[in-house]
């Protein structure tokens, strides 16, 4: 059975790789994606690069095989992207909104979020399952260890307006009411705003937006959540502070969202 498993996920792989190969599409506005984690911005990443020309994406397949299948960080990314012989019309990465700047403006932002309970606890049993010290660990002591990491991570990505104001991306304790307003802001001028737990309408309104068809959808990748740990309320009441900012901007983006679809997806 385990042998099946893989020779499927096998198959399923290389008929993607045929699809990215082939993938000729190029925006007429450069588009940066916003990838914050466990949001299943790698699916929609892998749909996007089906259809994007890999010769317009960075990264493209290539530059994340030479980097064992990571993204680069921002500093890396700043300092090559000028660089870049090709004209890159597709960015992504775990990097803030102002990193479209790095882009030709005028720059499509997109972006998707996730409840913030639900996207923190994903993050904590990627960390437990793929950090060899955080194999023993609950996800409590988990939390306790990345606690800056997870801090308010949704709001942090999106008020980072400009490149001279990335020093409050790495320090959440600096994070405030105002960056909320920011990450408001910034949301509103996104070109396309989609969310984890409406996956399907997402994929729908983005296609709109591209004016081409993304494909079949692709496994989201988020780690599953158990209802036990879903509602375990040590964990949440533990979590919960230091989620405020975050929980406040995804309340907003979810009205956005409704709009967005009924203007999106109405035409």
């Not at 790095?102 to 997109?110: F, G």
């Not at 409590?140 to 307006?161: A, M, P």
């Not at 949440?236 to 900012?245: G, R, S, T």
Request: hydrophobic fraction near 40%; aromatic fraction near 12%; charged fraction near 25%.
């Amino acid at each position: 059975m385990h042998f099946i498993g893989l020779k499927t996920r096998f198959r399923v792989r290389s008929l993607w790789l045929k699809y990215v190969e082939r993938a000729r599409y190029r925006p007429e506005r450069p588009i940066f994606f916003i990838h914050i984690p466990k949001t299943a911005g790698t699916s929609f990443r892998n749909m996007l690069f089906r259809l994007i020309d890999q010769e317009v994406s960075f990264p493209s397949l290539q530059d994340l095989g030479k980097n064992d299948g990571n993204y680069l960080t921002f500093e890396e990314v700043r300092e090559i992207l000028p660089l870049e012989q090709r004209k890159i019309l597709f960015l992504t990465g775990h990097f803030p909104f102002a990193a479209g700047e790095l882009l030709a403006a005028p720059v499509e932002y997109y972006v998707f979020l996730r409840d913030p309970i639900d996207r923190t606890i994903s993050n904590l049993l990627h960390f437990q399952r793929n950090y060899p010290e955080n194999k023993d660990r609950s996800l409590l002591e988990v939390f306790e260890k990345h606690r800056g990491h997870l801090q308010n991570l949704q709001t942090r990505f999106l008020s980072v307006s400009t490149l001279d104001q990335m020093e409050a991306f790495y320090q959440p304790d600096m994070i405030s009411k105002k960056h909320l307003d920011l990450a408001k802001a910034n949301l509103e001028k996104c070109t396309f705003v989609g969310l984890t737990e409406r996956f399907s309408d997402s994929l729908l309104m983005a296609e709109q937006l591209l004016g081409a068809k993304l494909g079949s959808q692709l496994k989201r990748n988020v780690a599953p959540i158990s209802a036990k740990q879903q509602l375990d309320p040590l964990l949440v009441e533990q979590i919960q502070p230091y989620l405020e900012l975050d929980q406040e901007l995804y309340h907003f983006a979810l009205q956005l969202f409704e709009k967005r679809k009924l203007l999106i997806l109405n035409k």
